[in-house]
């Protein structure tokens, strides 16, 4: 997918080709998918959504009321590089919302260096009910409200090759993933590149929208267009 204000496949300059970090995605119910991320100066891992709808990082902390999830809290007092920036911050999705103060601390994928960004350490929820992470990791391809995008931070620090990614969301019997940087397991003549197409009701572009006129269903073909 590429588009006029912010391709997904964004060009820098050659580089050895790194061993970008590859992660395997749980499957609930063909409902939510999560992978790992470790976080602190201890690199605790938490389960955690890559939601590529959204753009911040938010991970449930201790004594969280409403955040839901497994259980698993991240404890700020076990982690020598977390650093709180006391301005508070609320993050609301299509179900379910987390308020917490926004803080700097250390996250990684395994396996992967680690990379400074901006979070929101979650102390209270509501209608967060049904949800089987830890957290959330946003991938949207620009950012809309201080946050810092994860793969641009793993680009900038040199542990991605590009500032990329691939995702294969897969049925329970297969194994769903995520592949950080250049696919190189895809040659150009595979990959089909569709422009970034921002939302009628956006005046820029925010998520990884494309335009679709058609849709068939068995033999019949539904309009899709926008009046």
């Keep these: 997918i590429r588009g006029e204000y912010t391709p997904l496949t964004k060009n820098m300059e050659s580089m050895d080709q790194l061993e970008n970090p590859v992660i395997d995605l749980e499957n609930f119910q063909d409902l939510q998918y999560f992978g790992p991320i470790n976080i602190g100066s201890e690199d605790e891992t938490f389960k ?4 590529t709808g959204s753009g911040w990082i938010y991970i449930n902390t201790k004594g969280c009321d409403g955040c839901g999830g497994t259980g698993h809290q991240f404890d700020p007092s076990t982690s020598s590089t977390f650093e709180s ?9 299509g179900k379910g919302q987390v308020t917490g ?10 396996g992967s260096e680690s990379v400074d960004a901006v979070f ?21 391809p620009v950012a809309t409200g201080g946050e810092d995008l994860f793969v641009d931070r793993l680009a900038d620090a040199g542990i991605i090759d590009a ?10 019997n ?48 539904l309009s899709l267009k926008y009046d």
Excluded: C, M
Excluded at 48 to 51: A, E, H, P, R
Excluded at 102 to 107: L, N
């Design 48 to 51: 955690v959504v890559y939601d």
């Design 85 to 93: 920036t006391g301005e508070e911050k609320t993050l609301s999705y």
């Design 101 to 110: 103060v926004i803080a700097h601390e250390q996250f990684s994928v395994p």
């Design 120 to 140: 929101v350490p979650a102390t209270s929820g509501k209608d967060n009910e049904g949800a089987q992470s830890d957290g959330i990791v946003g991938l949207t």
């Design 163 to 172: 500032k990329e990614f691939t995702t294969y969301i897969a049925h329970e």
């Design 174 to 221: 297969e194994q769903s993933y995520i592949d950080f940087g250049t696919n190189h397991d895809v040659s150009d003549s595979e990959i089909t590149w569709v422009d970034l197409q921002k939302l009628p009701t956006n005046d820029r572009l925010i998520y990884w929208s494309a335009g679709i006129d058609s849709l068939t269903v068995g033999d019949e073909k």
